[in-house]
C-alpha cells in the first residue's frame, strides 16, 4: 500500500478513525536523515501488513508538529486507536523500522 500524505484536513480520518496502527513519520525536504529514512518508509509501506503508513511535512503541517511537540525529525510516532503508542526520533535501519510499527 502507498504512503498516505497526512494534513491537519485529514489526519482525523487517516490515523484518529483508522482499525490498524498507523505509522506517521514526519519528515522535512531539507532534513538529511529524513531524506535517508523516506525510502526505508516507502518500502516498508509496500509490505505492511496489519498497519498503515503516513508521512506529515512538518514545514507544510506546522500545526501536527506543534500538536504532536516534534522538536526533532525524522520523528516516527506509531498511533493506536488515534493516540500516540510509540516514538522513535532519528534515522533507523528498515528491520527496525518494521518491528517499531509492529510493537
Do not use: H, Y
Request: net charge negative; with cysteine.
Amino acid at each position: 500500500m502507498a504512503v498516505t500524505t497526512i494534513t491537519s484536513a485529514n489526519f482525523d480520518q487517516v490515523v484518529g478513525q483508522s482499525d490498524v496502527p498507523v505509522l506517521v513519520d514526519f519528515w522535512a525536504s531539507w532534513c538529511g536523515p529524513c531524506k535517508m529514512l523516506s525510502p526505508i518508509v516507502d518500502a516498508v509501506s509496500e509490505t505492511a501488513e496489519g498497519f498503515t503508513v503516513g508521512k506529515v511535512n512538518v514545514d507544510e503541517e506546522g500545526d501536527l508538529a506543534e500538536k504532536f511537540g516534534i522538536t526533532s525529525i525524522p520523528c516516527l510516532i506509531l498511533f493506536k486507536d488515534g493516540k500516540e503508542a510509540n516514538r522513535s526520533v532519528g534515522m533507523i535501519p528498515k528491520d527496525k523500522v518494521i518491528a517499531f510499527a509492529k510493537s
